[in-house]
């Protein structure tokens, strides 16, 4: 049977409100593993930080929070709806120190450098993530910080064995790869980060394990599943009738809790290295204006 497969560099949930308020909700249950990495990494008072990918905004608040007031963020995404919603969102929480804009990876270019690049969960749906990475790395001053922290979903397990977890985890796993995404970006990030011409990153893994009846965690998964299920039909994976969605989240409950049981999610690596010291100032000319500047 043949399989439809997808472009990279789609982003294979979508865009829609229900897709962005989802996010928000991820990030919220993601948000210490998250926190962790970026203070590790030396996120500090007064750095100029770009987050790329930023989505609704949430790991440029977080990055934000390290950086202070007199410091800056500016997230950037190519989703125009999300960068909408984060700036409502900035203005919402009163933080005047994140901007946002709408922009692509591929002609993105800063005016000057900033101090930090982060990003959670972007470099896997990249079909060439390295060079973005260098590309990125070329706009971070000598000696910069560069930040990452991306899946491992290959890092599913339950004890005891959950089949319907087991499912779920394999359902989504299956259409991020058929989608043509790196569906364990966390273990590559080292050999990525050497491609791009930095230094072997320092790196931590941090996972979230559920258990008991009131844990988020089964809501969390669900939620995953319902934004991809169109993909999931698309591609074969599996039908929205066998994944019976409505009712997802009380089964995933009931199957761990019944047990005592635990689930871990999906693993995140974060990984951190420094630019190279030493960057020709000829490097920061823009004479010809052919990108499309824009600064913090």
């Known amino acids: 049977m ?45 750095m100029r930080v770009l987050d790329i990918g930023c989505g609704a905004g949430d790991v440029s608040f977080l990055a934000a929070s390290l950086v202070g007031a007199i410091g800056s963020v500016l997230g950037i995404d190519k989703s125009p709806e999300a960068v909408a919603l984060a700036r409502k969102r900035a203005v919402q929480a009163g933080l005047s120190n994140v901007q946002f804009e709408v922009a692509d990876l591929a002609d993105f270019r800063l005016t000057e450098p900033v101090d930090a690049i982060v990003g959670r969960a972007i470099l896997m749906y990249l079909s060439d993530a390295a060079g973005v990475l260098r590309r990125l790395a070329e706009q971070v001053r000598p000696g910069g ?10 890092t599913t397990r339950s004890v005891p064995e959950a089949p319907l977890y087991t ?11 058929r989608a043509g995404f790196e569906i364990d970006m966390g273990s ?3 050999p990525t980060f050497r491609r791009a011409g930095l230094e072997g990153p320092r790196m931590v893994l941090g996972a979230r ?9 089964y809501e969390y998964l669900a939620q995953i599943v319902r934004s991809l299920l169109p993909m999931m039909e698309r591609f074969g994976v599996v039908s929205a009738e066998a994944v019976g969605i409505d009712t997802l989240t009380a089964r995933l409950r009931d199957e761990v809790v019944t ?25 920061w000319d ?6 499309a500047p824009m600064s913090g």
Not at 145 to 154: A, R, T
Not at 270 to 280: C, E, F, K, Q
Request: proline share 6%.
């Open 2 to 46: 043949r399989h439809e497969t997808q472009q990279p560099n789609i982003y294979v949930f979508g865009h829609s409100d229900a897709e962005l308020q989802r996010l928000i909700e991820q990030s919220r249950f993601l948000a210490d593993l998250t926190e962790q990495v970026l203070r590790q990494s030396g996120l500090a008072p007064g």
């Open 286 to 291: 823009d004479t010809d204006g052919a990108n």
């Open 167 to 177: 499912a779920c985890t394999q359902w989504g796993r299956e259409t991020v790869r």
């Open 259 to 283: 047990t005592e049981g635990i689930i871990q999610l999906p693993a995140l690596i974060g990984a951190w290295a420094r630019t190279p010291t030493m960057v020709p100032e000829s490097d």
């Open 188 to 190: 590559k990030l080292y």
């Open 145 to 154: 910080m560069i930040v990452f922290q991306e899946m491992d979903l290959s």
């Open 209 to 217: 394990v559920e258990a008991g009846p009131d844990s988020a965690g």
